[in-house]
């Protein structure tokens, strides 16, 4: 019979210490207002013959706290204004690698572990300098006694939106089980330095770790003629539901509270390019039509452009049921009059052969005889006085197979057959099966699924969801086969995998083995007893437990909790 054990460590303390570090660490946020927030100040190079860490040159003398030098309040909508009196400037040196740049020692580590967090840090770089800025954190595993606090965990990149102004750059970060960010570095351009012949300084400020994908700042998408806010002025009109017909029905429930709902996050049409969708908006009310946007070029507007009263080539006004006495198939229309039997029903629009698979915003709206997607604003048929209505929801355009992959350490997630994920695409909408193979001596935690489209870019790209992630724990995979049927609903897009093995074993299906505990005592200078030995130093109490049913495999187990540090 195989021998089976299970050995579970005792870091129970500084796991629930690692849980409340990242709200505790960040709660100041690094403003750089105050030399408090931070440690200290540096700078920091990967390249191990770096001039900077061989002593040749002092980083010291590339970093250094200014005076913000763009305070001024921005009069374009969205555009960041950063009222800070202090910022971190950084020269750029050609003499460093691409990853060259500020290091910010923390006061105070932050754990990541697998579940994926957002650091925000504005930006600052001179116009021409758009190049790519990345992320590294530095720290170590604190269950690795050896490891060095300055190992690089994680390395995340970003771009620049706009040059010579202050953005907000969102990077997702995740690390393994158990690691402790000691200090982060800012690396303001990822170009490589070979040919530059002169030196450049970036700007940081107002760093901060928080559970938000979404820019603190960013340009406003999608403009509406009233506020988001708006409530209804009207109770006799209303309306209360859109309905898809294209790739099946869709119903999607609008809530009448709001002459405005943004649905971008709870609703998504599916389609393929070349073909038809029609939507049906049930409303309450009489004497208004229907118009369906769609953001092909995704630059957070919708641009209608219409000829001989019919959509043209490319015009993000795709269907109306009435616009200047003609509805989009440039059919004569008497009124405006569009509500039959409690629905307006526009036209079917084609999704235009060609188009990429991705996401897209759709807006919907229910309005006065207008192309303007921010709603009628005219004084005497504004949409609000006229009940009117405007409902932004998501199209995914899909292909009929999508991409699947896995990219993890110390095992692999296979197909059911044992083959590699990436051997064959699979069929759009369809559940698939996985199965978990960790390497010898290791064992897995579950996996991180993330599924959409454009996956190494932003979450979010003009408020329009991307992506997602979800992390799905071992106690949903099947205990005998180590397999998972992925849901449906997650193969919309891309899907990528990160198998997630930890050190230890994984019992074969239907073998057991005797059970063995063992209590630890603490006495009173806080020394922890097992069997009449010292094993750590530490506060509180732990206990152990693991599978095994030779003599052999349980003194193993002892001897490695007697190396353990509480």
């Not at 001596?441 to 790209?461: A, Q, R």
């Amino acid at each position: 019979m195989k021998t089976n054990y299970r050995f579970f460590t005792f870091h129970f303390l500084l796991f629930i210490v690692c849980a409340l570090l990242p709200s505790l660490a960040f709660a100041q946020r690094v403003t750089f207002e105050s030399t408090e927030e931070y440690r200290s100040l540096g700078a920091y190079d990967t390249w191990e013959q770096s001039p900077f860490r061989t002593g040749v040159l002092n980083g010291s003398n590339y970093v250094a706290l200014v005076a913000n030098p763009d305070m001024e309040e921005k009069d374009a909508p969205g555009v960041a204004t950063n009222a800070s009196e202090n910022v971190l400037a950084v020269q750029r040196s050609r003499y460093g690698s691409n990853t060259f740049g500020a290091r910010i020692d923390l006061n105070e580590p932050f754990c990541l572990g697998t579940s994926k967090r957002y650091v925000h840090v504005l930006v600052n770089k001179p116009v021409g300098e758009g190049g790519v800025v990345m992320l590294i954190g530095l720290g170590k595993r604190h269950d690795w006694e050896g490891q060095k606090p300055e190992t690089e965990q994680f390395w995340v990149t970003a771009s620049l939106s706009t040059q010579g102004q202050w953005n907000d750059l969102v990077f997702p970060v995740t690390t393994n089980e158990s690691v402790d960010i000691h200090s982060l570095v800012v690396v303001p351009d990822l170009a490589s330095p070979h040919l530059r012949t002169s030196d450049f300084v970036a700007y940081i400020d107002d760093i901060e770790l928080n559970d938000s994908p979404r820019p603190r700042y960013q340009v406003i998408n999608y403009p509406l003629n009233f506020d988001s806010n708006q409530k209804p002025t009207r109770t006799d009109r209303a309306l209360t539901k859109l309905t898809f017909m294209g790739e099946g029905v869709k119903d999607v429930t609008v809530p009448t509270t709001t002459v405005y709902n943004n649905l971008t996050e709870t609703a998504m049409v599916f389609a393929k390019a070349g073909s038809d969708v029609t939507v049906k908006m049930t409303y309450r009310g009489a004497w208004m039509s229907g118009y369906v946007y769609v953001d092909w070029n995704n630059d957070g507007q919708f641009t209608p452009v219409i000829e001989d009263h019919k959509p043209a080539e490319g015009s993000e006004l795709v269907s109306y049921t009435f616009l200047s006495g003609y509805n989009s198939n440039g059919a004569s229309q008497a009124n405006g009059n569009s509500v039959v039997d409690g629905a307006i029903t526009c036209p079917a629009f084609t999704i235009p052969e060609g188009t990429q698979p991705g996401v897209y915003r759709i807006r919907l709206k229910v309005d006065w005889d207008n192309a303007d997607a921010g709603g009628n604003d005219n004084a005497n048929n504004l949409l609000t006085a006229n009940g009117g209505a405007v409902v932004d929801v998501l199209l995914n355009v899909h292909e009929d197979n999508v991409s699947i992959s896995a990219n993890q350490l110390n095992g692999d997630v296979l197909t059911p057959e044992s083959a590699a994920l990436s051997d064959a695409p699979i069929a759009f909408g369809q559940s698939v099966k996985i199965k978990m193979a960790p390497a010898p001596d290791f064992t897995y935690t579950g996996i991180v699924l993330t599924h959409g489209y454009n996956l190494d870019g932003p979450e979010y790209v003009r408020d329009n969801r991307q992506y997602k992630s979800v992390t799905i724990p071992a106690s949903s995979f099947d205990k005998a086969t180590h397999e998972y049927t992925i849901p449906a609903a997650y193969i919309d897009g891309e899907v990528r995998i990160e198998g997630l093995f930890t050190p230890g074993s994984t019992p074969d299906p239907g073998e057991g083995g005797d059970t063995c505990t063992v209590t630890y005592k603490k006495n009173v200078d806080g020394t922890f007893y097992q069997g009449g030995s010292a094993v750590a130093l530490g506060q509180g109490w732990a206990a152990a437990e693991w599978f095994s049913s030779d003599s052999y495999h349980i003194k193993q187990c002892q001897q490695r909790l007697q190396h353990h540090k509480f």
